[in-house]
């Protein structure tokens, strides 16, 4: 089974990252997309790669306040063998980042991935209007995965509607969660991915903090709860998605 967003260079995770990966295996989690964060965070990704089971991508998270760099954007997808963009996005729930500057690095990077033919990995908080906007005016909407999606179907809809993929974590295995266990059961089956999002997104009853690649297992138990199906073919069926997407 692949995990197809993980923080493997974000602390704590970082300080366990061969542990961790040794772990997934053993438990059949055996592929690991890692994103990167910022421009810093580029080589560290790149380093990580060295570890066959490790897929890097490479971009400026919206959190990230220096322009992209598109030319050594361009230079490190290649020479680095990235499966995708990512992550990119918009977050326009804190008041305290910069919404022209993100804009300007969402569009330069979806851009990028269209020339690359690159698939995208694309976070979104309170900016799903803004987002929803600038994919449809593209000429051509890059592939991609609208990750750690906890939202409801109706949403979820129009994001698919794009041809873009889901990705769900941690959030689908909390009973509380009601929007995104509800788009969880309704998501078209050649369209979902999961996802840890570790060390960032915790599990019911696990912190975030102690969440690694192997709790991907725990991710398709929940996901196959919700939608009446058997184990197998959700690993079976997500794992083809995420083939299928990232050229992996
Ligand atoms: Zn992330």
């Not at 990750?147 to 769900?168: I, K, T, Y």
């Amino acid at each position: 089974m692949i995990d197809t967003h993980c923080h493997l260079n974000f602390p704590p995770l970082n300080a366990r990252a061969e542990a961790a990966i040794h772990r997934a295996f053993l438990v059949g989690v055996d592929q690991i997309l890692v994103p990167s964060f910022d421009h810093a965070s580029w080589n560290a990704v790149a380093k990580l790669a060295a570890y066959g089971p490790v897929l890097p991508a490479f971009g400026i998270h919206p959190w990230v306040a220096e322009r992209v760099d598109t030319e050594r954007l361009k230079e490190i997808l290649v020479q680095a063998g990235a499966v995708a963009i990512g992550e990119i996005g918009l977050d326009f729930k804190l008041e305290s980042f910069d919404r022209e500057l993100q804009l300007t690095n969402f569009q330069a990077q979806l851009d990028l991935a269209v020339a690359m033919d690159l698939p995208v990995m694309l976070h979104c908080r309170g900016a799903f209007e803004e987002m929803l906007t600038i994919l449809a005016q593209m000429p051509r909407c890059p592939r991609g995965v609208m990750h750690a999606f906890s939202r409801g179907p109706e949403l979820m809809e129009r994001f698919l509607g794009l041809g873009l993929h889901v990705a769900f974590g941690g959030a689908i295995t909390r009973p509380g969660a009601k929007q995104a266990r509800r788009s969880a059961a309704l998501a078209p089956a050649d369209r979902i991915l999961l996802e840890t999002d570790a060390p960032s997104i915790g599990l019911h009853e696990v912190m975030p903090e102690d969440v690694e690649p192997r709790h991907i297992i725990d991710i398709a138990v929940s996901l196959a709860q919700v939608r009446g199906e058997s184990f197998e073919s959700i690993a079976d069926g997500t794992t083809r998605n995420a083939r299928r997407l990232f050229g992996i």
